[in-house]
């Protein structure tokens, strides 16, 4: 809550948090769009409130809220053409994860890796861009979801990270159930982006159920028939 009294057009209220997704309601102040109070002052990481017009009454309070807007996750997934890439890794993670529920638009993820846990909440929508919601939780409550609520097989793999133009390439190799399968993605800041695509890139698979890991943990790549 942030109060100033006796607030007139004209007179702006600081922020003390910068954010550029806020929203304002301000007491006694009757206007029916008060998304516009909104303005970020030039060359300056801040934002005020200011009141375009003077109140009726004397505006007591000014509610500020910070809000997260939707994560948008834009990313390409392709096979591998061969195995030049393993020369150019600068590191690698591993990951143990499964899932809790999986419906037509969304699924939800808890996944390990090595002291760090998180809960993820991600739409179903196949292709380039999908919402996501993702959070750190305890490690041990962690793990006890994975060995007792999440659906069997776990999905377990080795992640690793190659630089090339520019980019950063998330390559996943999979192990247990999903063994043999290796699947490359890339993350862009918008839809689409170009970027260039690596020698050792092979087809592209964004499209492709299959290679979903909500779908590998339902139908694991030791049962595809080729």
């Known amino acids: 809550m942030l109060k100033q009294d006796k607030l007139t057009a004209g007179v702006a209220v600081v922020l003390a948090k910068p954010c550029p997704y806020v929203i304002a309601h301000i007491e006694n102040y009757p ?3 008060r998304s ?5 002052k030039p060359n300056a990481s801040i934002y005020v409130v200011v009141l375009k017009h003077k109140p009726r009454r004397f505006v007591t309070a000014v509610t500020v809220t910070l809000v997260k807007p939707m994560a948008i996750e834009i990313e390409h997934k392709f096979l591998l053409a061969n195995d030049d890439w393993r020369d150019c890794v600068t590191h690698s993670v591993r990951y143990r994860q499964g899932y809790l529920s999986s419906q037509p ?3 939800i993820r808890v996944r390990i890796s090595d002291d760090h846990a998180w809960l993820n909440i991600k739409s179903a929508t196949i292709g380039t861009h999908r919402h996501e919601y993702e959070y750190e ?3 041990a409550d962690a ?4 060995n007792t609520l999440c659906r069997k097989p776990l999905i377990e793999k080795t992640r690793y990270f190659v630089q090339d133009n520019g980019h ?6 999979f192990d247990g159930d999903n063994q043999g399968l290796i699947v490359a993605e890339i993350e862009l800041s918008e839809i689409g982006k170009a970027f260039v ?6 087809a592209e698979v964004t499209d492709d159920l299959r290679y979903y890991n909500n779908n590998l943990s339902q139908h694991p790549y030791s049962e595809w028939k080729n």
């Open 105 to 107: 638009t969304s699924s």
């Open 143 to 146: 793990n006890e979801i994975l």
């Open 36 to 40: 516009n109070l909104l303005q970020k």
């Open 197 to 202: 695509k690596p020698a050792w890139l092979g």
């Open 31 to 33: 206007i029916k769009n």
């Open 137 to 139: 939780i305890p490690l």
């Open 168 to 173: 950063t390439w998330e390559i996943d190799e």
